[in-house]
């Protein structure tokens, strides 16, 4: 099984569950700025589809297709991305991908 939630709201109330999420349609390129807990005080543009249409399961096991735009589409992208294993940074460039691994790096070494 694979899950994300999602919540974009304003107001934190209104959260999205997605069982077996799968992304069936993709629609135009965007650029946004990302950031993650994966990678702590890392944050640049990402290029990604604009609007996505995702088909998963809800809480109750339900069939859904939802069609996301804004920063829904990039949530959602986000977040099945961890699920394949990947992070926002390796959709920058080598160079910016080498100086946040020397970052991160040094600020591990300043923890110890």
Same mark, same amino acid.
């Given at each position: 099984?694979?899950?994300?939630?999602?919540?974009?709201?304003?107001?934190?109330?209104?959260?999205?569950?997605?069982?077996?999420?799968?992304?069936?349609?993709?629609?135009?390129?965007?650029? &946004? %700025?990302?950031?993650? @807990?994966?990678?702590?005080?890392?944050?640049?543009?990402?290029? +990604?589809?604009?609007?996505? $249409?995702? !088909?998963?399961?809800?809480?109750?096991?339900?069939?859904?297709?939802?069609?996301?735009?804004?920063?829904?589409?990039?949530?959602?992208? &986000? %977040?099945?991305?961890? @699920?394949?294993?990947?992070?926002?940074?390796?959709?920058?460039? +080598?160079?910016?991908?080498? $100086?946040? !691994?020397?970052?991160?790096?040094?600020?591990?070494?300043?923890?110890?």
């Amino acid at each position: 099984m694979r899950l994300i939630l999602v919540d974009t709201s304003e107001a934190k109330n209104d959260l999205k569950v997605f069982i077996n999420p799968e992304i069936i349609a993709t629609v135009g390129s965007g650029e &946004h %700025e990302e950031g993650c @807990l994966s990678v702590p005080g890392v944050y640049d543009t990402v290029t +990604r589809p604009e609007r996505v $249409r995702v !088909r998963a399961l809800d809480r109750d096991g339900q069939p859904f297709e939802l069609d996301a735009d804004g920063l829904m589409a990039v949530c959602v992208q &986000h %977040e099945i991305d961890h @699920l394949d294993g990947k992070v926002f940074v390796e959709y920058l460039s +080598r160079l910016k991908q080498e $100086r946040i !691994r020397k970052k991160m790096l040094k600020q591990a070494r300043e923890a110890m």
